[in-house]
Structure formats: C-alpha cells, structure tokens
C-alpha cells in the first residue's frame, strides 16, 4: 500500500506502521504539511462551525477546565441558547485560558479528507484535537492519555516534558488522580525533555506521563492524533460476547439453580460448571464470526467514504478520480475478478477491469484521474457508464474538478 499521509508525517511510514515505537520520540516534517491542512489562521473560520457544538470545545486554565457559563451564551435567553460565544472565548485567551476542540476533523473539511486517508492507512481509527495555547501558558497538568497520540505543532512553540509511565498500557477506564501524578513527575527526571516548533512532531505512546507549556513570544497552535487503541481485553470479551451468542451451541441456555444467590457452594459448583461449558465451547467456537464481529465494530469507528448526496450526471467524458480509501481491502476472486470489500458493503469488479484500476487501488498509478471512455474496449461504451456511476454512487469515485 501506498502510505501517501503516513509519509506527510512520519519519517519511516512503513517501520512505523509495522511496529509503533513504544518510547516517545520527536522528528521535524519537511515543509509543515499540516500547517497547509490546518492553520492557525483557519481557526476564525472553524470557530464558526463549532459555536453550535459546544461539547466539542473547552477551555483550561492552569489545568483546570473552565466553567463553560463564562464562555457560552445562558440557556433560553435566545435562539443560539447555549451557543460558545467567539469574544468570551477571545476575551478568555488573552486572560491566558487555553482553548481545547475536540474532533476538530469535524469541523474542518481539509483535516477530514486528510485523517480519513491516514485512517486507511494506519488501519485503526484515528480523531484529532486542536490546543491553542497563549504565550507562557500552560493548558493541562502532567497526565497520561490510555491512547497513542501524535504532537503535531503547527505554529508557535511548546516545550514538553514526558515521562516513563506510571501504570503501563493503562485501560481507557483506569484513571490516575492529578495529584498522584503531580507527586510522580516531582520525584523523577523526565525521560524526553523537547521544544516544538512548526512542523516538529512529538509521539506520546499509551500511557507516558506527559505536559506542555508554550513559550513566551506567541501564540502555541497544535493538533493531536489520537490513535484508537483497542485492547487484547476487549477482544477477549468479544471472543466471550460471540461465545455466548452461539445459538447452535446449547451450552448457556440452561437456568442457574434456585438459591446460587444465596449459597457459596452451590454458586461456586455453578462456576466450574459455566467454565466446562465456556470450555467446550471454545473448542466449538466459530473463529470466523469473531472476526467478523470484532471487524464490524472496529469499522464502524473509522470514517467510511464520503457517500454522494445526489445521483450525477455521468457521461462518456466525465472525468472521475478514484478514491482508494473508500476500499478498505480486496479479495481476488478464483475467476480473475477482485472483491472490494468496503466499510459496509462488498462490489465485485469484473476481470476485465481489474488491470486499470488496481494500480490506482494500490498507489502504483498515482494518476486517479479516468474518464468512462478509458474502460473500452474492456468493455462497452455503456458498460463503463454504468461502472461509472456504481463506483460514484457507492463513494469509490468522484466527479473530479
Ligand atoms: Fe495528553
């Protein structure tokens, strides 16, 4: 695969991809590639679209949120009850408040179309927050986060320090208290000790005790990627979740006896016996659902492809380009022809065609651009219209500009 937004921000894409580093680590990115995504001066414009979403925005000082009465309109009082009001939010900045935008891929259409490929490429969901921080402030106190994230400083400068781990690979439900991390960052040196300028990365793996506090000449603007984490405990409960949903398995149908409540031997008979039939069961266990089921679950969190409001109007000339990231894997099929296998949905694309668009699939034609005219003589004039329309119409292509 062809890691296209990989290589806009990490130096070896494919190591990368094969094995995340475990220890933080900082690089600089040629050209700050984010910075054309998602500016610092793009924020008036993003600001627009959060105001009416105000459980995505946040404001901290010195670690601790702000109450969101001081920078939302009171409810009932007009139609934007509840609305973030942009000059509460400036007024707050300049008293050296940070301000938090969670899912800010939400609001801002070029970060969207960037994470969704990422997302294709890393293979596991990945959300952003932006943090604009005044000079000499800083937003949260040392914390850890159960997810690897990626410091992307876009403009401005922040100095970090991160830390070994306090609890390794913690689980998105362990919390550890602020004060108890307070005392751990006190008593030791800190593992990584780095100033990010623009276009410098910082990777925080799962679990680093870290903080950052921007200097003093401007303004700090940066994205975090947030990588989905998922865990070996919650495959282990979709393992047991399918188990128990065996139908053709009788094992947990049976009733537990009367009084189990109440008496610890017969609860404790009424174990070993759920575990021998857990047991039988594994042996019996449908792998394949569970692989099924975990892959349904894990889809439905990546960002599938952006799906066509209203038919087009195709015709032979119409110049289409191929989205690659709408197909999240292929299966080649015995008589030639190859299975796309979409987040919700599979298309079979006939022998014939396979040899012009897998290249594009697969990044070795970077050229997405066809036309339906290109498709003939593989097949007809009418046929390729029809193709065309079936991938727009599922999202693998657009019209392109
Ligand atoms: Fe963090």
Not at 83 to 108: C, D, F, G, Q, T
Not at 256 to 284: E, K, Y
Not at 336 to 352: C, E, F, I, M
Not at 357 to 379: A, H, M
Request: glycine share 6%; charged share 25%.
């Amino acid at each position: 695969m062809y890691l296209e937004a990989m290589a806009k921000i990490f130096p070896s894409p494919e190591s990368f991809r094969e094995q995340p580093s475990q220890v933080p680590l900082t690089w600089t990115c040629r050209d700050n590639p984010l910075q054309k995504i998602i500016d610092v001066d793009d924020l008036t414009e993003i600001f627009d679209g959060v105001i009416y979403q105000r459980d995505s925005v946040r404001m901290v000082t010195d670690g601790d949120s702000v109450n969101p009465a001081r920078y939302c309109a009171p409810s009932g009082v007009n139609t934007f009850t509840g609305a973030v009001l942009p000059r509460s939010v400036s007024r707050m900045l300049n008293e050296k408040a940070s301000l938090v935008i969670n899912h800010l891929e939400r609001y801002w259409t070029p970060l969207r179309t960037y994470l969704r490929r990422l997302t294709y490429e890393v293979g596991s969901n990945i959300e952003s927050v932006g943090f604009l921080t005044p000079p000499g402030s800083t937003g949260f106190r040392p914390h850890e986060d159960p997810v690897d994230v990626l410091v992307y400083q876009v403009s401005g400068r922040k100095h970090w320090k991160v830390y070994e781990p306090l609890v390794e690979n913690p689980f998105l439900d362990e919390v550890i208290e602020d004060e108890k991390l307070a005392e751990y960052v006190a008593e030791r040196e800190p593992f990584l000790e780095v100033t990010l300028g623009p276009g410098d990365c910082l990777w925080v793996p799962r679990g680093w005790v870290h903080a950052g506090t921007s200097d003093d000449a401007a303004c700090s603007w940066h994205v975090s990627l947030v990588f989905g984490t998922s865990t070996f405990r919650w495959l282990a409960e979709e393992i047991i979740g399918t188990l128990t949903k065996q139908d053709e398995v009788p094992y947990f149908r049976p009733s537990l006896p009367w009084g189990a409540a109440i008496d610890r031997d017969l609860m404790h008979t009424t174990v070993l016996s759920a575990l021998n039939r857990m047991r039988d069961g594994l042996l019996d266990l449908n792998v394949g659902q569970v692989v099924k089921n975990a892959q349904t679950k894990l889809r439905a969190e990546m960002p599938g492809p952006r799906y066509p409001v209203a038919p087009a109007e195709i015709g032979p000339e119409t110049y289409l380009e191929l989205i690659p990231e709408s197909v999240m894997s292929f299966s080649h099929q015995h008589d030639g022809s190859l299975r796309l296998n979409l987040p919700h949905a599979t298309v079979t694309l006939t022998n014939k065609l396979v040899d012009f668009f897998l290249p594009i699939f697969t990044g070795k034609e970077l050229d997405r651009g066809w036309i339906p005219t290109d498709l003939v003589p593989r097949v007809t004039l009418s046929s390729s219209i029809k193709v065309a329309r079936r991938m727009h119409q599922l999202g693998i292509a657009q019209v392109g500009k």
